[in-house]
Each structure stands twice: as structure tokens, then as C-alpha cells.
């Protein structure tokens, strides 16, 4: 079992950054695939990044790459995701989510945590 609680949304300016966090509870956390999602008003729920603990391979969604790092520290049993040139389009929940294995659709995801805001003002 695993529970996942974000922190660190808020409102920017377009252009400006964000660190989101993803604390995790449970001593298995370092064998668990690591992802973040976002879903903005009437839209689905879409992949941002994931980390996987296998290796620390990183992938991300083609429209975030070069502006959005994922990271994760398992001695903290946390991962993050630095945001940077923020856009209007970034707004949405963002969401962390654990997998035992790697995959990028959000169905495949076993624990979601709560959701943090994040908004981009133009």
C-alpha cells in the first residue's frame, strides 16, 4: 500500500516556475515506477512525466520536454517535478501516481495522491 500526498501548486505568471512535490508513505516506495499527470477542465487525464526506479529512466509528454524535470529522492520517498516557462496551457490538477511497472497511461497507475492546482496566468 501506498499513499501519495502532493504539495506545492499555486498560480504564476506565464514564464514563471514551480516545484511540485509527491511524498509517499509505505518502505517499498525506491521499486515503484513514479509518474505525474495533469487534467484541466472538460479534458482528459494525460501523462506529464515518469520516473522509473529501474535505472532512473525519465520520460515525458513531447509538450513538456525541455521545461519540466521529474526527480526523486527514495531516501525521502518523494518526487518532484520542476516546472520552468510555465505556460497558460500548463494549468490543470496535477496529480502523482505509483506503478510497479513502467507505463505512461494513467490506467496503468495503482495509487494516485489528491491533486495540486496548478495555474498559469497569461
Known amino acids: 500500500q501506498v499513499q501519495l500526498v502532493e504539495s506545492g501548486g499555486g498560480l504564476v505568471q506565464a514564464g514563471g516556475s514551480l516545484r511540485l512535490s509527491c511524498a509517499a508513505s509505505g518502505r517499498t516506495f525506491s521499486r515503484y515506477v513514479m509518474g505525474w499527470f495533469r487534467q484541466a477542465p472538460v479534458k482528459e487525464r494525460e501523462f506529464v512525466a515518469v520516473h522509473n526506479w529501474r535505472g532512473g529512466r525519465v520520460y515525458y509528454a513531447d509538450s513538456v520536454e525541455g521545461r519540466f524535470t521529474i526527480s526523486r529522492d527514495n531516501a525521502k520517498n518523494t518526487v518532484y517535478l520542476q516546472m520552468n516557462s510555465l505556460k497558460p496551457e500548463d494549468t490543470a490538477v496535477y496529480y502523482c501516481?505509483?506503478?510497479?511497472?513502467?507505463?505512461?497511461?494513467?490506467?496503468?497507475?495503482?495509487?494516485w495522491g489528491q491533486g495540486t492546482q496548478v495555474t498559469v496566468s497569461s
Open positions: 501516481a505509483a506503478a510497479s511497472n513502467l507505463i505512461l497511461s494513467p490506467q496503468g497507475y495503482e495509487y
